[in-house]
Structures are given as C-alpha cells and as structure tokens.
C-alpha cells in the first residue's frame, strides 16, 4: 500500500516562507495522484495542489497564488513551497495519493484517499 509522510512545517512569523516535505512510498493498483490539502480546526480538509497523472500541476481556489507543487522523482518526494504566508494559513498540512480520474487529479471528497500524518503550520 502507499505510504506518505509530511515534514517541514513549524512556527514562522507573518512574511515567511516554508517548504513542506512528502515522502511517498509503496504502491497501489492503478494510476496514482497525489496532492497537498489543508485542514483548520474543526473544518472539512481542502485541497491545495495537485499533480496529475502527467506530472502538471492543478491548483485549487484555496492556494490563492501563494503555493506552488513540485516532486523530485528521482527521490519520490512531494513538496509544497509557501510564500508571503499569512496567519491565516496556519493549519495542519497533509499530502495524499488517490486513483488519478481520467489522468487528473479530482478534489471530491468522497474519494477514498491515502493519508500522511499531517504537519502542522503555525504563523504568526
């Protein structure tokens, strides 16, 4: 089965910038996707970026133009950069891998997914 686990987050003061880590291993039947989601307290997770089964990116409403996806693939590691952060982007912070949909990666959230263990985001 798929494994994945975040690093990289922690405590920055308002202006920061902080670079998250997902380290993806093991495999599942099928096409694979993975992507970053954001969850505050007592909230639904959200999607944040997403890379399709082509390696491009998707960007969801919610990365408002201060977080960009990529992927070392010679290492399997997922990264999130986010920049000019803000108190608000204070949350924990998960990658996750699903079944790509027609080769895209899809924000349903009744699709069954496989979860890291979070890292949390604090900025004040």
């Known amino acids: 089965h798929v494994q994945l686990v975040e690093s990289g987050g922690g405590s920055v003061q308002a202006g920061g910038s902080l670079r998250l880590s997902c380290e993806v291993s093991?495999?599942?039947?099928?096409?694979?996707?993975i992507g970053w989601f954001r969850q505050y307290p007592g909230k639904e997770r959200e999607g944040l970026a997403a890379?399709?089964?082509?390696?491009?990116?998707q960007y969801s409403n919610s990365a408002k133009g201060r977080s960009t996806i990529s992927r070392d693939y010679t290492k399997t590691t997922l990264y999130l950069q986010m920049d000019s952060l803000k108190p608000e982007d204070t949350a924990m912070y998960y990658c996750?891998?699903?079944?790509?949909?027609?080769?895209?990666?899809?924000?349903?959230?009744?699709?069954?997914?496989?979860w890291g263990q979070g890292t949390q985001v604090t900025v004040s």
């Open positions: 093991g495999s599942i039947d099928g096409t694979n996707c």
């Open positions: 996750a891998a699903q079944l790509c949909t027609l080769g895209t990666f899809s924000w349903d959230s009744s699709l069954d997914r496989y």
């Open positions: 890379l399709d089964s082509d390696g491009r990116m």
